[in-house]
């Protein structure tokens, strides 16, 4: 396993925006140790004639076709809201004027 120094473990903190204390940097060197052994393991691993994937499973595009249809009725639409006012949904106000 391989062991990181604790300025490799603040680099990446840093890069990852993340603050870390001494007890945190030592647990993340361990961990971040584990995860490069492991992928000295796989870099082990004879891949000749394997195609590389992205994804396990193949990716298949499961959006509806666009299809012109009817929409609702507006008139009913507004009927199942709170309160409407000249014709569209009125709410709260969420910006305040300067």
Same mark, same amino acid.
């Given at each position: 396993?391989?062991? +990181?120094?604790?300025?490799?473990?603040?680099?990446? =903190? %840093?890069?990852? /925006? +993340?603050? &870390?204390?001494?007890?945190?940097? *030592?647990?993340? #060197?361990?961990?971040?140790?584990?995860? &490069? #052994?492991?992928?000295?393991?796989?870099?082990?691993?004879? +891949?000749?004639?394997? *195609?590389?994937? =992205?994804?396990?499973?193949? +990716?298949?595009?499961?959006? $509806? %076709?666009? *299809?012109? /249809?009817?929409? &609702?009725? $507006?008139?009913? @639409? &507004? %009927?199942?809201?709170?309160? @409407? *006012?000249?014709?569209?949904? $009125?709410?709260?106000? @969420?910006?305040?004027? =300067?």
């Amino acid at each position: 396993m391989q062991k +990181l120094s604790s300025e490799q473990v603040a680099h990446v =903190a %840093r890069l990852a /925006r +993340l603050a &870390l204390n001494e007890t945190e940097q *030592e647990r993340f #060197a361990v961990q971040l140790g584990q995860i &490069l #052994a492991y992928a000295e393991k796989i870099r082990e691993l004879d +891949l000749e004639g394997v *195609e590389p994937t =992205a994804h396990v499973l193949g +990716l298949t595009n499961v959006t $509806r %076709r666009d *299809e012109v /249809r009817a929409s &609702l009725d $507006r008139d009913e @639409v &507004l %009927r199942n809201g709170p309160e @409407v *006012e000249n014709g569209y949904f $009125r709410v709260p106000r @969420v910006v305040e004027e =300067a």
